[in-house]
């Protein structure tokens, strides 16, 4: 495993992060404690030590704790080795109400990962809708004495928000580090490239999540990518060449993959092996271009499977819809996919149900038009 230092805090961690948002499952919700632990086992044997959870994680909403943290306190706990890891978790911004909702959650956070301290606590999902609250309800000076009486140790946020919200943020205060959506199709939305770079000037430590857009960049791979991806003169996979990408970045320190097989966990870590900064060559920078090219001109949605304008209040499964509607647009024959869309989700998830409220919208990290794209995704697999 390779390490680097986040930032200014000169901490080292290991390039590869796990992230807990996608833990294997019992049901929808509840942590495989089994599974989960088997492919953590392997990850911290090999190196891993950045740990990243929050609130609402293997929760049925946004609006309550979720699995995640639970399961990862008592992980840890069993295996006795919570001083040789960083933890990340992050206060749900968006249910803070009054300035002792922050020391509650926190509290509360730090009884269902049974420990006395995160390393790293994020404020969670930063935007424009919420940074102001929570800098009028005194969200900075809690966070000042929370680390000054040791319950966190560094301090950071994460966001979906745009370019202009995320420099505001990075501006309001002395991040250790952020948390921003970052890989080869997203240099230019969200923090984007020039975030990346503003909080690398500022000795911010980076740490990236979605490396593979939601499972888009290795998953159904478009035939004319797979030609490209086969051509090569290195032998790559999706993934491989997805995080090669993140690597060869030095102003990231660590890259968080949402993993939940053993397969997914064995290939990162293999890849991180080799996850130098600078490490692509010219022709590699030049063949990850001409596969750029060929989804930009496939992608339908944008979505980063994040869920954050779950639940819908009909119950359309609106990440899942909008996913089958990128697979179909991106595969040649989409008669396959119409036939999981069926097969995989419930009626009552189905674009179909989909009223036009408009809420999922409001909430929608990449602001997306959803209402339109589930009428495509109704138009191309039906009822
Ligand atoms: S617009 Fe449709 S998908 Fe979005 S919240 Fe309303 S009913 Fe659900
Ligand atoms: S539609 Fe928007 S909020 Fe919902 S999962 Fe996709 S990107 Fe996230």
Redesign the pocket.
């Known amino acids: 495993m390779l390490y680097r230092e986040m930032g200014k805090t000169g901490e080292q961690v290991s390039i590869l992060g796990f992230g807990c948002m996608r833990l294997p499952t019992i049901g929808m919700y509840r942590v495989d404690r089994n599974k989960a632990a088997s492919i953590l086992d392997y990850a911290l044997d090999k190196g891993v030590n950045y740990l990243d959870t929050a609130y609402p994680y293997h929760g049925t909403s946004n609006s309550e704790g979720g699995d995640s943290e639970v399961f990862l306190g008592e992980y840890l706990q069993k295996k006795g080795c919570r001083e040789e890891i960083y933890l990340s978790t992050k206060l749900p911004s968006w249910l803070v109400k009054e300035r002792k909702d922050m020391d509650q959650f926190l509290e509360e956070q730090l009884k269902r990962l049974r420990t006395d301290y995160i390393d790293f606590y994020l404020l969670h999902s930063v935007k424009k809708n919420n940074w102001n609250t929570l800098e009028d309800l005194g969200v900075l000076e809690f966070l000042d004495s929370a680390m000054s009486e040791g319950r966190i140790r560094y301090i950071g946020f994460s966001s979906h928000d745009d370019n202009e919200l995320f420099k505001n943020v990075l501006d309001s205060y002395l991040w250790d580090m952020c948390l921003i959506q970052y890989n080869y199709l997203d240099e230019e939305i969200q923090a984007g490239h020039d975030g990346l770079e503003s909080a690398a000037k500022r000795g911010t430590g980076v740490a990236v999540m979605e490396p593979l857009k939601g499972g888009v960049l290795a998953n159904h791979i478009p035939p004319e990518v797979r030609e490209i991806w086969d051509k090569a003169p290195v032998h790559r996979t999706a993934p491989e060449w997805a995080f090669r990408f993140l690597w060869n970045h030095p102003q990231i320190s660590t890259v968080l993959s949402g993993m939940n097989t053993m397969r997914q966990v064995v290939e990162n870590v293999f890849t991180a092996e080799d996850g130098q900064p600078f490490s692509l060559t010219r022709e590699e920078t030049r063949i990850m271009e001409e596969v750029k090219k060929v989804y930009y001109e496939k992608i339908l949605v944008e979505c980063s499977s994040c869920g954050y304008?779950m639940p819908?209040?009909?119950g359309?499964n609106?990440p899942q819809c909008l996913s089958y509607l990128n697979q179909a647009a991106m595969l040649n024959d989409a008669s396959n996919v119409k036939t999981q869309y069926h097969f995989m989700l419930k009626d009552t998830e189905k674009a179909s149900?989909?009223?036009?409220?408009?809420?999922?919208?409001e909430l929608c990290t990449q602001k997306l038009p959803?209402?339109d794209k589930?009428k495509m995704a109704r138009e191309k697999f039906g009822r």
């Open positions: 304008c819908c209040p009909n359309v609106i149900r989909c009223a036009e409220c408009g809420i999922c919208e959803i209402r589930l």
